[in-house]
């Protein structure tokens, strides 16, 4: 049965896609809000908070790209109609990437503070950094699962039941920040940076169970790891490989943003942990739709559908700049309650404030970028992706970094150097897709 393409049919699996997709950031703003807002050593423990979030999230994306690979292979074979021939998949994937997870742990567990000083955390920052890194990577091997578990139900052209688990576990988060941050008199002594790296650990666990839960129960794919290993499992490797790579470079760009931000001071960093976390915040917004993205196209190209892929690429566009210009219009009108949110220290803010404006100008150029990442997932064609992340990177982001930094634009250039990598990424995913696949709508 041929898929169409409606709004309604994309809107059932971005806005939950949507949701869902918002769950880690979410964990790292309410805890640089909440610890941004405690008496001691507020801007250190900020600074701590956001360093750490820039390494976790390399952790992350690096191994996270379970979930593009599963779900790019579930979803085809679903449009082809044998999806039997992948149902012993996700469990194996799962338990490939979980042990991996583990051995980072080993690694990076002892080797924390030399880690982090490769950020130029030192003194009080330092100590904060690794005290709260040894606890939220912890949460590592589960926040994996969670992963690779919603990969699955996307294939499945589900995002409800990842929006449910997500919606759960950052609500459980928030409650915990405040009680483990703060304390309740007599009953709890507050924690304060250690209390909201607890906080991050309860939730993912929990998240991992009750992804666990719902994947056994309201669906056919078993968890259990079997032999013989997947025929798909070579294709699942391959992906992988082509998107570790992608994102090396990627957390790549990220490492040297926050490296700068850290040279140039403790209000500095701070102030880039704000933004960059807002800016992560709007791009798994605009990320809903590239979810849809990635979901339908797999199906579409599965089926062989091109002119309905066709269609969809125009849509996502259209509907992924709106939103976009949405984003950067709430930000606009919240533009100085966001920043108090966070802290109450002026010089903070005030270099917060002075780049702010160029993280929402750049929404709908993300959402060009992310809605044809999703897309290229989708289709399984993680190469495309790879060179053209290698590309933006080096070609384009690093070089703009070295030459604003010469110039001593601090903040502000650094996200004009991320402002040109975005486009830089996005624009050629545009251009390859359209050339490849509208002569094929000629013959379908």
Request: proline share 3%; with cysteine.
């Amino acid at each position: 049965m041929k898929t169409k393409i409606s709004l309604k049919h994309i809107n059932k699996l971005a806005i939950p896609a949507l949701i869902a997709g918002i769950s880690e950031p979410i964990l790292s703003l309410t805890d640089a809000a909440v610890v941004g807002n405690v008496d001691l050593n507020a801007t250190e423990s900020l600074a701590a908070i956001g360093i750490v979030t820039t390494f976790i999230s390399m952790l992350i994306w690096v191994l996270g790209q379970t979930r593009s690979a599963i779900s790019s292979i579930i979803s085809q074979h679903l449009g082809a109609n044998a999806l039997d021939q992948v149902r012993q998949l996700p469990a194996q994937a799962i338990f490939l990437i979980t042990s991996l997870s583990i051995l980072i742990i080993a690694i990076t567990y002892p080797l924390a503070a030399p880690i982090f000083k490769l950020y130029n955390a030192e003194n009080l920052i330092l100590d904060y950094s690794v005290e709260y890194y040894r606890i939220r990577v912890l949460g590592f091997p589960f926040t994996l699962f969670v992963i690779a578990v919603f990969g699955t139900f996307r294939g499945l052209q589900n995002t409800y039941y990842p929006m449910v688990i997500a919606i759960s576990g950052a609500a459980l988060n928030v409650i915990l920040d405040f009680i483990l941050v703060y304390g309740i008199d007599g009953v709890i002594t507050g924690q304060h940076i250690k209390g909201a790296a607890y906080a991050s650990l309860i939730a993912q666990v929990f998240m991992a169970l009750f992804s666990a839960y719902l994947l056994l129960t309201k669906t056919s794919i078993p968890l259990r790891f079997s032999f013989p290993l997947n025929p798909q499992i070579k294709n699942f490797a391959l992906m992988i490989l082509n998107l570790f790579i992608r994102t090396l470079a990627l957390n790549i760009t990220l490492y040297l943003a926050t490296k700068y931000a850290t040279e140039y001071g403790k209000n500095y960093i701070a102030a880039y942990t704000i933004a960059i976390n807002l800016w992560f915040l709007g791009a798994f917004i605009i990320d809903g739709y590239a979810s849809a993205g990635n979901i339908l196209s797999g199906k579409l190209f599965g089926q062989k559908n091109y002119n309905q892929l066709i269609k969809l690429s125009n849509k996502l566009i259209k509907y992924g700049i709106y939103l976009g210009i949405t984003v950067a219009v709430i930000g606009s009108i919240l533009y100085y309650p966001i920043g108090r949110i966070f802290t109450d220290e002026s010089n903070v803010l005030n270099q917060f404030y002075s780049v702010f404006w160029i993280v929402l100008a750049m929404q709908p150029l993300c959402a060009l970028a992310f809605i044809f990442d999703g897309i290229f997932k989708g289709l399984g064609k993680m190469k495309a992706l790879r060179n053209v992340l290698l590309l933006s990177t080096f070609l384009v982001f690093i070089p703009i970094l070295f030459i604003v930094d010469y110039f001593d634009l601090k903040l502000h250039g650094i996200f004009i150097a991320f402002t040109f990598w975005i486009i830089a990424r996005g624009l050629p995913l545009i251009i390859i897709f359209r050339k490849q696949f509208l002569p094929l709508t000629q013959n379908n």
